[in-house]
DNA sequence: TCAATAGATTAGAATTATTCTAACTAAAGA
DNA sequence: TCTTTAGTTAGAATAATTCTAATCTATTGA
């Protein structure tokens, strides 16, 4: 519309997008940078169930949806995403990392054919017998995966 | 002892060193090399309880004990003695592969801090209200990963 | 608004785990 | 012992991931 440039400029300023992205950055504490925004928007919006992401392939995505980003910056992404709280990574095929964006006590169906990773609630869940936890130690995690292969 | 080479030589024949590892590897229709048979002994022999060993590992293991065996032979043989049911892959660890001697229906505890693994047997376990086996699929396998940290 | 700066991004090199290739060697069977 | 078949090997190749060092950008204080 406007092709005329303005008399007396106002103020530029980032648009107010408070977008759910936007928001998670800033509760991690990490800068949100385009391409930072890009990805969070990528991994979170509009996936309210949570969605299983490989570097590769989040890369692919990001880079159909035009987004400028180097694999390089996927990864370190990914790993700060984790170190903050926002993701967990998923260890279920041998050679490659995935990434989890449910962080609720969850575990998961892996289907081998596939690849394919699929969310077990855990609320439904109990897992009776386990060992007392050995002195000096934590639980960090209890991983179950029911690995599945085509009948 | 003996430096004179005997008058008449008695045919030359393989000892018949019916070990475990020799025993082992019949079984599972796979030639008794070298090299298979001392790394089935590394694996096998004087460990009832199993053992968890990356490729490295028994790799370093070997050439310690003064095997003649490449690296390539140790992904080999630890690949083909999974494919035969001697061993299981399992994958606890983004970065390497580990491979379980023990081939009961067992889970893990994994120290992430030492990267020491030890089996928790599935006997005194029980896992309640996983979602039904999806059809055209089957349970392969049900992995329990308890992952400790140093308190 | 703007310059200074700390922090982030990037391409490409490096590293690590694993597999492949193709030449060599050993086991099996006759 | 001979022939055939399978296994071993060094080194090249591949794949996932991290590192490096140069460039860029978000933040912030003036
Ligand atoms: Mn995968
Ligand atoms: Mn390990
Ligand atoms: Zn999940
Ligand atoms: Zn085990």
């Known amino acids: 519309m406007a092709k005329t440039a303005p008399k007396t400029r106002k103020t530029v300023r980032t648009p107010p997008v408070t977008t759910?992205?936007?928001a998670r950055l800033r509760d991690a504490g990490l800068r949100p940078t385009r391409q930072r925004i890009a990805l969070a928007a990528l991994l979170f919006d509009?996936?309210?169930?949570?969605?299983?992401?490989?570097?590769?392939?989040?890369?692919?995505?990001?880079r159909k949806r035009g987004a400028r980003v180097s694999l390089a910056t996927v990864y370190n992404t990914l790993n700060q995403f984790t170190e903050a709280g926002l993701l967990r990574e998923l260890v279920v095929d041998p050679g490659t990392s995935h990434f989890d964006t449910n962080m609720g006590d969850h575990h998961h169906l892996y289907f081998e054919d596939s690849g394919e990773?699929?969310?077990?609630?855990?609320?439904?869940?109990?897992?009776?017998?386990?060992p007392a936890t050995p002195r000096g130690a934590e639980v960090a995690r209890v991983d179950v995966i029911v690995r599945l292969r085509r009948r």
Do not use: Q, S
């Open 20 to 22: 759910a992205a936007l």
């Open 46 to 62: 509009g996936h309210p169930y949570g969605r299983h992401v490989t570097a590769e392939m989040l890369f692919d995505e990001a």
């Open 117 to 130: 990773l699929r969310d077990v609630d855990a609320g439904g869940i109990e897992i009776k017998g386990l």
